[in-house]
């Protein structure tokens, strides 16, 4: 069985699962990253995946290390196990011609819009129509076949606007609604909106493990639930590892245990324990790092307390010390994998 | 090699009489509102007369400075020391609020209900990407124009990109005044000369090439919006105009936040370009969330080396049974010795917290609890926090290098990482009194 007839079986209990990942997180807690890693875990077992960004940073050339990428899908990865991830950035203005040309053959009046500012007005000054050029186009790439009737890609995954806007940007029917009660585009936002509430999207969270972002979430969450948009999983990225817990902290900071560590640090060469000593001096600063450890520790579990009682799943990705680059990138995807996230898509 | 770059010093700029603008601007969760709060509780508390304009403050920021909701007019912010003669104001923006006011002020009642009530207006007002960065300038100049107070401090809106907040006033702008608004109103206008009938046929075609598109009640909400508006675009523009130039002025100082993160830095390198280019006065970058140690001369690979020397002594003793009462299980303090920090991920070990509490050592826990580690187990967590912190040191070292490479002449002030997030008023004075410093603090 080819992987594309296993992407395209129904599974037999659930819904269909989740083709269209829309990625959304408060800004800092790095969305696109995730995003990419999401794309490149997903195309294992040959599948292919298409990574979209939305908001004209060329984020994803930058992570994969690649040229700015044009309003074109190209392949930017290959995913190990032989998958493809393709890429694409959106720019509203062309997809308004593109969606023109498409509908209404404009050809050239479409040019003489652009030239007046006409597409530059209605892509960038009435955001619900901008919002559903994106959203749209998003869809189509979900939905296309080719002419043997594959699908074009298994999944689609979209680093999507920050938490704070996301309701809204998915929301694209209410958006028009003021603007447009009937005609074309109200026909394109209401398609757009049941590809988006269907059980094929899942909206993901990126949040880290401090309050704001983990604040976001929560309201993210409660907003996206109560415009009906289907949420998936909630992602905590940039993760550390607890190497001492509060209770060894305060153990450690004891007086009288002070001199045991000097003793220990000494031990391991780093000079003498007495008053004064390399080692009795170093036992200050590290300490104080260690309560700063300690405090973040016991600050990451009522916030870790908080993403579990929204009650989704929850996938970790850990802090790369030395920022993310492309290797970072496969490890993060492969983290994903063993996690179960292409797991549960699979189903 | 490290590049020195010169110290921004805060509170001589908060200081000096002359400075009566600040803008913090910068890429989205960097720290600018906690940085514009700090600063206004800082030169408050110095004697002077400030207002903080936030655009989106977490809730718990907002609380801490008595913002409990939103109403677009500064409101007095209780527990300031104002022993040094200041006071600080606090308002948070409401951007539909502020359209609605413009609005009202520069329409007849009749017309003004007529925009208000326009659909096209209600999502331009409520939507438009830059309508938040326009009207926070908007207000920024109504502030300064009551001068009611000799310091205002700006947040900039929480933009995809830093540069949004200086672009979208103009974009907004240049829409209004622009050549398509021209030829929407043009119809009604051009019917008068008869020489306009060129226009006419070229514009009825895109027209209805556009209501096609768009639908014609949607164009027609468009038209009446922007006959409605006519009369004010002078007014916009001339604002929008009078604003810029009161960025450019000697009494403004842009502060430029950042984190010693790649992309942060990357969009304050952008920013600062586009400051320059613009003629506006930038005053130095505020670099967030910059770690230290008091223990800098211990280097990872040294820290490492230590840690895994004293597990490896405690597993030699605990082999032999000495002491084995009171030890972890010889097993367990074997670490692997390549380097890595090879701790698990805390996803294991914190599924149920509730049982934290007697391990003393998280990683390799027992299954029998120790309430006292032994000391040399605690020596090797330390180090290795130690040589975590230390990797962190560097990596942000390497990439706020760049930076002063590129922009040497940028005053640099390094606001140490707190271990949490702040939200009072106390928090808010620490952080001033870190950006006071201008250098990471030991820890």
Same mark, same amino acid.
């Given at each position: 069985?080819?992987?594309?007839?296993?992407?395209?079986?129904?599974?037999?209990?659930?819904?269909?699962?989740?083709?269209?990942?829309?990625?959304?997180?408060?800004?800092?807690?790095?969305?696109?990253?995730?995003?990419?890693?999401?794309?490149?875990?997903?195309?294992?077992?040959?599948?292919?995946?298409?990574?979209?960004?939305?908001?004209?940073?060329?984020?994803?050339?930058?992570?994969?290390?690649?040229?700015?990428?044009?309003?074109?899908?190209?392949?930017?990865?290959?995913?190990?196990?032989?998958?493809?991830?393709?890429?694409?950035?959106?720019?509203?203005?062309?997809?308004?011609?593109?969606?023109?040309?498409?509908?209404?053959?404009?050809?050239?009046?479409?040019?003489?819009?652009?030239?007046?500012?006409?597409?530059?007005?209605?892509?960038?000054?009435?955001?619900?129509?901008?919002?559903?050029?994106?959203?749209?186009?998003?869809?189509?790439?979900?939905?296309?076949?080719?002419?043997?009737?594959?699908?074009?890609?298994?999944?689609?995954?979209?680093?999507?606007?920050?938490?704070?806007?996301?309701?809204?940007?998915?929301?694209?029917?209410?958006?028009?609604?003021?603007?447009?009660?009937?005609?074309?585009?109200?026909?394109?936002?209401?398609?757009?909106?049941?590809?988006?509430?269907?059980?094929?999207?899942?909206?993901?969270?990126?949040?880290?493990?401090?309050?704001?972002?983990?604040?976001?979430?929560?309201?993210?969450?409660?907003?996206?639930?109560?415009?009906?948009?289907?949420?998936?999983?909630?992602?905590?990225?940039?993760?550390?590892?607890?190497?001492?817990?509060?209770?060894?902290?305060?153990?450690?900071?004891?007086?009288?245990?002070?001199?045991?560590?000097?003793?220990?640090?000494?031990?391991?060469?780093?000079?003498?324990?007495?008053?004064?000593?390399?080692?009795?001096?170093?036992?200050?600063?590290?300490?104080?790092?260690?309560?700063?450890?300690?405090?973040?520790?016991?600050?990451?579990?009522?916030?870790?307390?908080?993403?579990?009682?929204?009650?989704?799943?929850?996938?970790?990705?850990?802090?790369?010390?030395?920022?993310?680059?492309?290797?970072?990138?496969?490890?993060?995807?492969?983290?994903?994998?063993?996690?179960?996230?292409?797991?549960?898509?699979?189903? | 090699?490290?590049?020195?770059?010169?110290?921004?010093?805060?509170?001589?700029?908060?200081?000096?009489?002359?400075?009566?603008?600040?803008?913090?601007?910068?890429?989205?969760?960097?720290?600018?509102?906690?940085?514009?709060?700090?600063?206004?509780?800082?030169?408050?508390?110095?004697?002077?007369?400030?207002?903080?304009?936030?655009?989106?403050?977490?809730?718990?920021?907002?609380?801490?400075?008595?913002?409990?909701?939103?109403?677009?007019?500064?409101?007095?912010?209780?527990?300031?020391?104002?022993?040094?003669?200041?006071?600080?104001?606090?308002?948070?923006?409401?951007?539909?609020?502020?359209?609605?006011?413009?609005?009202?002020?520069?329409?007849?009642?009749?017309?003004?209900?007529?925009?208000?009530?326009?659909?096209?207006?209600?999502?331009?007002?409520?939507?438009?990407?830059?309508?938040?960065?326009?009207?926070?300038?908007?207000?920024?100049?109504?502030?300064?124009?009551?001068?009611?107070?000799?310091?205002?401090?700006?947040?900039?809106?929480?933009?995809?990109?830093?540069?949004?907040?200086?672009?979208?006033?103009?974009?907004?702008?240049?829409?209004?005044? /622009?050549? *398509?608004?021209?030829?929407?109103? %043009?119809?009604?206008?051009?019917?008068?000369?008869? &020489?306009? #009938? !060129? $226009?006419? =046929?070229?514009?009825?075609?895109?027209?209805?090439?556009?209501?096609?598109?768009?639908?014609?009640?949607?164009?027609?909400?468009?038209?009446?919006?922007?006959?409605?508006?006519?009369?004010?675009? /002078?007014? *916009?523009?001339?604002?929008?105009? %009078?604003?810029?130039?009161?960025?450019?002025?000697? &009494?403004? #100082? !842009? $502060?430029? =936040?950042?984190?010693?993160?790649?992309?942060?830095?990357?969009?304050?390198?952008?920013?600062?370009?586009?400051?320059?280019?613009?003629?506006?006065?930038?005053?130095?970058?505020?670099?967030?969330?910059?770690?230290?140690?008091?223990?800098?001369?211990?280097?990872?690979?040294?820290?490492?080396?230590?840690?895994? #020397?004293?597990?490896?002594?405690?597993?030699?003793?605990?082999?032999?049974?000495?002491?084995?009462?009171?030890?972890?299980?010889?097993?367990?303090?074997?670490?692997?010795?390549?380097?890595?920090?090879?701790?698990?991920?805390?996803?294991?070990?914190?599924?149920?917290?509730?049982?934290?509490?007697?391990?003393?050592?998280?990683?390799? #826990?027992?299954?029998?609890?120790?309430?006292?580690?032994?000391?040399?187990?605690?020596?090797?967590?330390?180090?290795?926090?130690?040589?975590?912190?230390?990797?962190?040191?560097?990596?942000?070292?390497?990439?706020?290098?760049?930076?002063?490479?590129?922009?040497?002449?940028?005053?640099?002030?390094?606001?140490?990482?707190?271990?949490?997030?702040?939200?009072?008023?106390?928090?808010?004075?620490?952080?001033?009194?870190?950006?006071?410093?201008?250098?990471?603090?030991?820890?």
């Amino acid at each position: 069985m080819s992987a594309q007839e296993r992407a395209d079986r129904e599974p037999t209990t659930a819904g269909p699962a989740a083709r269209l990942h829309i990625v959304t997180g408060k800004g800092g807690t790095g969305k696109t990253t995730v995003a990419a890693s999401l794309a490149l875990a997903l195309a294992g077992e040959g599948r292919r995946t298409l990574l979209v960004e939305v908001e004209g940073r060329q984020g994803i050339a930058q992570l994969f290390e690649v040229e700015p990428l044009p309003y074109e899908e190209r392949k930017i990865a290959v995913a190990p196990g032989g998958g493809e991830v393709y890429a694409l950035a959106i720019d509203p203005e062309l997809a308004l011609l593109d969606y023109l040309d498409m509908f209404y053959k404009l050809g050239r009046a479409g040019r003489a819009l652009k030239k007046i500012g006409a597409i530059d007005f209605a892509t960038t000054v009435a955001p619900g129509l901008r919002d559903v050029l994106l959203t749209g186009k998003v869809c189509e790439a979900v939905r296309r076949k080719d002419n043997a009737g594959w699908r074009a890609y298994d999944a689609v995954v979209m680093d999507a606007p920050p938490t704070g806007r996301i309701a809204r940007f998915l929301n694209v029917n209410d958006e028009v609604a003021g603007l447009a009660r009937f005609g074309p585009i109200y026909n394109q936002a209401q398609a757009v909106m049941r590809v988006l509430k269907s059980s094929e999207t899942a909206v993901h969270l990126v949040t880290l493990l401090e309050e704001m972002p983990v604040q976001e979430t929560v309201d993210g969450v409660a907003e996206l639930r109560a415009a009906g948009l289907p949420v998936g999983a909630v992602l905590i990225n940039m993760l550390r590892s607890v190497v001492l817990d509060d209770m060894a902290v305060a153990s450690a900071g004891d007086g009288n245990r002070r001199a045991a560590i000097a003793k220990a640090l000494s031990q391991a060469g780093l000079g003498g324990a007495r008053r004064g000593g390399y080692a009795e001096r170093l036992v200050d600063p590290l300490l104080e790092q260690a309560r700063e450890h300690a405090e973040r520790v016991v600050l990451e579990r009522q916030e870790r307390a908080e993403i579990a009682a929204l009650a989704l799943p929850t996938y970790e990705l850990e802090l790369l010390g030395d920022g993310v680059d492309l290797g970072g990138l496969y490890r993060l995807a492969e983290s994903l994998r063993k996690q179960g996230f292409a797991r549960e898509d699979t189903r | 090699m490290s590049w020195e770059a010169p110290v921004l010093e805060i509170n001589p700029l908060l200081d000096d009489p002359k400075t009566r603008i600040i803008v913090c601007c910068g890429s989205g969760g960097v720290g600018k509102t906690t940085t514009a709060a700090a600063l206004g509780v800082r030169a408050a508390e110095r004697g002077r007369r400030a207002v903080v304009l936030t655009i989106d403050p977490a809730r718990r920021l907002a609380q801490s400075m008595g913002l409990t909701h939103l109403d677009n007019t500064p409101r007095k912010v209780a527990g300031i020391d104002e022993s040094a003669g200041g006071e600080l104001h606090a308002m948070m923006l409401d951007m539909k609020r502020t359209f609605d006011e413009i609005v009202e002020q520069h329409a007849d009642p009749a017309r003004a209900q007529a925009i208000l009530d326009n659909p096209f207006y209600q999502s331009l007002s409520a939507g438009f990407a830059g309508t938040q960065e326009y009207m926070a300038m908007e207000k920024l100049g109504q502030l300064r124009a009551r001068d009611e107070w000799d310091l205002i401090i700006v947040d900039t809106p929480p933009s995809r990109s830093a540069l949004d907040f200086l672009d979208a006033p103009k974009r907004l702008g240049s829409f209004l005044d /622009g050549k *398509f608004i021209k030829m929407l109103l %043009a119809p009604a206008k051009a019917g008068r000369r008869a &020489g306009m #009938a !060129f $226009l006419n =046929v070229g514009m009825s075609m895109m027209t209805g090439a556009l209501s096609k598109v768009v639908g014609a009640h949607l164009l027609q909400d468009v038209q009446t919006f922007v006959a409605a508006m006519d009369t004010m675009f /002078g007014g *916009f523009r001339m604002r929008a105009d %009078a604003t810029y130039r009161l960025l450019q002025a000697s &009494g403004t #100082a !842009f $502060l430029v =936040v950042a984190t010693p993160e790649r992309d942060a830095l990357r969009e304050a390198s952008y920013f600062v370009q586009r400051l320059a280019a613009e003629d506006m006065p930038l005053a130095g970058l505020v670099l967030n969330r910059v770690h230290g140690s008091g223990a800098a001369e211990l280097t990872t690979e040294r820290a490492l080396a230590a840690a895994e #020397a004293l597990e490896e002594l405690e597993f030699a003793e605990a082999a032999n049974g000495t002491d084995a009462a009171n030890r972890l299980e010889g097993d367990e303090s074997e670490e692997e010795s390549d380097g890595e920090l090879s701790t698990p991920l805390p996803s294991r070990l914190m599924e149920s917290p509730g049982n934290l509490p007697h391990r003393g050592i998280v990683h390799r #826990a027992s299954e029998k609890p120790i309430l006292e580690p032994p000391a040399e187990s605690l020596a090797a967590g330390l180090l290795r926090l130690h040589a975590e912190r230390m990797q962190v040191v560097a990596r942000e070292r390497r990439t706020r290098d760049r930076f002063a490479a590129v922009h040497p002449d940028v005053p640099v002030a390094e606001v140490a990482a707190l271990p949490s997030d702040v939200h009072d008023l106390d928090g808010l004075r620490m952080v001033g009194e870190r950006l006071a410093e201008g250098q990471p603090t030991a820890a």
